[in-house]
């Protein structure tokens, strides 16, 4: 079934871009359920395993626009389920770091795979280069609010 959008909202950013995002999380949620994961989860799993030494919860509270209160939520989550653990930070007493688990590293492929491939049938009638585009703009837009 072809969906139509109505004038009123054909011309809306905010509404369309709410929708492809709500698209492309649905999407990408459904995929990383087989793994046990939701898609917040995986952002903060994947940014402890790409952050050597781990990261902060507020520095993950500030890359993924979200409450300290729902990170701390996430952590324990994740910590739970032994892909990540907090481990205090060399340099700050204060602050305790998440870092990535063996287990979590491979949990973080797994689902990285998983999570690629419903994006690409999402995004399957950009090419390359239009999603390159696509990228730069919401970088460009992401960044400058921030």
Do not use: K
Not at 45 to 72: F, H, I, K, M, Y
Not at 87 to 113: C, F, I, K, Y
């Amino acid at each position: 079934m072809e969906v139509v959008v109505p004038e009123p909202l054909a011309d809306d950013l905010g509404f369309l871009m709410s929708r492809a995002s709500g698209v492309l999380v649905r999407a990408t949620n459904a995929a990383l359920a087989e793994h046990g994961l939701r898609v917040r989860q995986y952002s903060v799993l994947a940014l402890a395993a790409e952050t050597p030494g781990g990261c902060s919860q507020r520095e993950l509270a500030a890359v993924l626009g979200l409450d300290p209160s729902q990170v701390v939520l996430l952590v324990d989550e994740l910590v739970g389920a032994g892909l990540v653990e907090r481990r205090p930070s060399p340099t700050d007493r204060r602050t305790r770091l998440v870092v990535v688990t063996p287990a979590g590293r491979q949990r973080r492929g797994a689902a990285g795979s998983a999570a690629d491939t419903a994006l690409d049938g999402c995004l399957g009638l950009l090419g390359g280069t239009e999603r390159d585009r696509l990228r730069d703009m919401l970088t460009r837009i992401w960044t400058a609010a921030g």
